[in-house]
């Protein structure tokens, strides 16, 4: 298998990805590893996909390994942390990318889709990011990252729950990057448009690609490489508290 680093940017460096074992965090851990960090691949039910992703990290001279754990549970959070300390013994960079969906049009919503949305993809960004800022305002650096979509900012019917999540990550993301923002740890989002995933497959694209500039749907690797750029690259330090769309035009502000 071929090498994966093409740098040393991240080299003694070590990444959390939540939600890892597919999709854009899978591609997001692979880029990681490219650049050096050891990478924790967190998934909460994909034990299989996870342990292939870090086979496949392993075999191209990274290091990598799996945890469960549903960032919905502060505890579970909690002792993913712990895990990646007894081994790793430090935390550079947290990209929160878990997420789930529970789509319906407002009247049809029930309140346990509502807050099975809300708990994953903001309380869980919530815990994630306060268990490693403990950690990295103790080394005064840090990176981290958080996945939020272009649904939190221009919403999108059937999506009230997961909108209101992904506008409260962008929100999240300001108020922390302010606060961490003294002891040298950087705080930003990416906000995803439509990227070929299992979460667009079912999708009717022709509808979709009229309201794209760009004409297509995106693609993994190209949120991962935003996600490299505020991870590893030294141009990323002066960058905080703000949201990168990877959109195709989608949303111009």
Do not use: H
């Not at 712990?82 to 990318?97: A, C, F, Q």
């Not at 997420?99 to 869980?124: C, E, H, P, S, Y």
């Not at 994630?128 to 080394?139: F, N």
């Amino acid at each position: 298998m071929e090498k994966l680093r093409v740098s040393d940017l991240l080299t003694g460096k070590v990444a959390i990805v939540t939600g890892a074992s597919r999709g854009i965090g899978r591609a997001i851990a692979l880029e990681l590893a490219s650049v050096g960090a050891k990478v924790a691949v967190n998934y909460a039910s994909s034990s299989g996909a996870a342990d292939e992703l870090v086979a496949q990290i392993v075999g191209g001279g990274g290091e990598a390994m799996a945890i469960g754990a549903d960032v919905s549970k502060a505890e579970q959070i909690d002792a993913l942390v712990s895990t990646v300390m007894d081994k790793w013994g430090r935390v550079d960079v947290l990209v929160n990318n878990a997420g789930i969906t529970r789509d319906t049009l407002l009247l049809r919503m029930k309140l346990a889709d509502w807050q099975a949305v809300i708990d994953t993809n903001l309380t869980g960004v919530f815990s994630c990011t306060r268990a490693v800022s403990k950690i990295m305002l103790k080394q005064k650096s840090g990176r981290i990252i958080n996945i939020a979509s272009v649904a939190g900012q221009m919403g999108n019917p059937g999506q009230a729950n997961y909108s209101a999540s992904k506008a409260g990550v962008i929100g999240f993301t300001k108020t922390v990057a302010k606060e961490l923002s003294s002891r040298g740890i950087t705080v930003n989002a990416v906000a995803p448009g439509f990227i070929a995933t299992d979460m667009t497959n079912d999708l009717k694209a022709e509808g979709i690609l009229q309201f794209i500039p760009l004409g297509r749907y995106g693609q993994p690797e190209e949120v991962a490489g935003m996600v490299r750029f505020l991870a590893a690259d030294p141009a990323a330090a002066y960058i905080t508290g703000q949201t990168f769309n990877v959109d195709g035009g989608m949303v111009m502000a």
